[in-house]
């Protein structure tokens, strides 16, 4: 298993350093060729609008021709769509290679998520999976920091190359290093149609609390820094309650994949799940005071950590049964759709009710998608559930989902 998660864990962490440097600098570049407010918001649409639709075709894909394979073209399309940034020459193009980014984006992430959860001893999910997860926040909190340096002494563009170069080490990591998995390609005529798929109430669970949490979370990281900088706080200041979240998901997100698997998943879900986006009816309150709204940030990052934990350990229990690779990217599929609404949602609710409104509407569909999600998964999964040696014991260590 070492053999396959350490390259898997490192690639992945590239990546997202990758994608993460040049999040602080893409919307200086984009408007460079004369981008207004919305053409600046359909260029970065153009990211999740590629991942909403293709993650579960990909994800089913890869059940069926392997992992290792997508993963390698995905990170060599990262590295190609670096350059191709740097060479373009209009608004378009750049929309275009963002759908692109979107799709390499889909051939790397969720695909990775799949070939670990195939290794993953039943009962292990939660550690084993989380432990994986914190590579890609421990990514993304590095990026805009390493991004906003290289901008600063080599221009925009420096940015770009070192995505290309990050994942181009990716690349050779998991050519070289990564076996070539036969574990998905053994019986694809075994996996259930997709029909099957769709009727399953643990995979709407999901949907519902993944597409609500990527509407919350990109609405408060569209609409906080113009709160923040109507109270007075500069650009570092603003920043740092994002990487405040960031780093606290990434910290807790191993501990709390062990108590997916000791504890009922449930409570778990549902406590992380209320928490989270809780704390957003009290930044508009608060964001006076930069170290409220750190102290804010972390306990959001700490409560989606938790959430998060027990849900991927019910996605990758589940992939057992219909594939790890759709439920991957069912799962990243949903969150996009959250991250592409939510940006357009909280703008309105801005245009009509001031700047506290993005935060008090992500506050509302956070809770209302907590609510659903566990009320659904409830009903279709008891065995996932639980810690193994409870599902063993009640004869469950094969859940139906």
């Known amino acids: ?39 600046l918001g359909l260029v970065f649409a153009a990211f999740s609008v590629s991942r909403a639709l293709l993650a579960p075709i990909l994800g089913r894909l890869s059940d069926r021709v392997g992992r290792r394979r997508m993963i390698a073209v995905g990170l060599g399309a990262y590295t190609a769509v670096s350059v191709l940034y740097v060479i373009a020459e209009s608004l ?45 926040f421990l990514g993304m909190a590095l990026g805009p920091l390493l991004g906003g340096g290289l901008a600063q002494r080599w221009g925009l563009v420096a940015p770009f190359f070192a995505m290309g170069s990050l994942t181009f080490v990716a690349l050779i990591a998991v050519l070289s290093f990564v076996p070539e998995d036969r574990h998905s390609q053994a019986r694809p005529q075994e996996r259930p149609p997709i029909r099957q798929v769709a009727r399953s109430p643990v995979v709407w669970g999901i949907v519902a609390y993944n597409a609500t949490r990527g509407f919350w979370r990109q609405g408060f990281n569209a609409f ?23 780093f606290a998901q990434a910290a807790l997100q191993i501990p709390f994949g062990y108590l997916a698997d000791r504890f ?63 439920l991957a990217g069912i799962q990243s599929s949903a969150f996009a759709v959250g991250q592409s609404l939510g940006p357009v949602c ?56």
């Open 346 to 401: 909280a703008g309105l609710a801005y245009d009509l009710g001031g700047m506290a409104a993005p935060m008090y509407l992500g506050g509302v569909v956070g809770l209302l998608g907590t609510g659903l999600a566990a009320g659904v998964i409830s009903r279709g999964a008891p065995g996932v559930l639980r810690p193994r040696a409870e599902a063993v014991a009640a004869g469950s260590s094969h859940p139906k989902c």
């Open 92 to 136: 378009w193009q750049l929309a275009a290679f963002r759908l692109l980014h979107g799709v390499a984006s889909v051939l790397v992430t969720p695909i990775a998520q799949a070939y670990v959860g195939d290794v993953t001893p039943p009962g292990r999910e939660g550690r084993t999976m989380n432990l994986f997860y914190s590579s890609m």
């Open 224 to 246: 906080w820094p113009l709160l923040g900088a109507a109270f007075g706080h500069g650009e570092a200041a603003l920043g740092s309650v994002l990487t405040a979240y960031l």
């Open 1 to 39: 298993m070492l053999q396959v998660f350490l390259p898997l864990f490192l690639a992945v962490a590239a990546a997202m350093v990758g994608l993460g440097v040049i999040s602080p600098i893409l919307p200086l570049y984009v408007r460079q060729f004369g981008a207004g407010g919305t053409q």
């Open 264 to 326: 009922p998943r449930l409570p778990q879900i549902v406590l992380g799940g209320v928490l989270a986006p809780a704390v957003l009816f009290s930044v508009p309150v608060l964001a006076g005071s930069l170290g409220w709204v750190l102290a804010g940030g972390v306990l959001m990052g700490a409560a989606s950590a938790l959430g998060r934990a027990s849900v991927v350990a019910v996605r990758t229990a589940c992939g057992r049964v219909h594939g790890m690779g759709i």
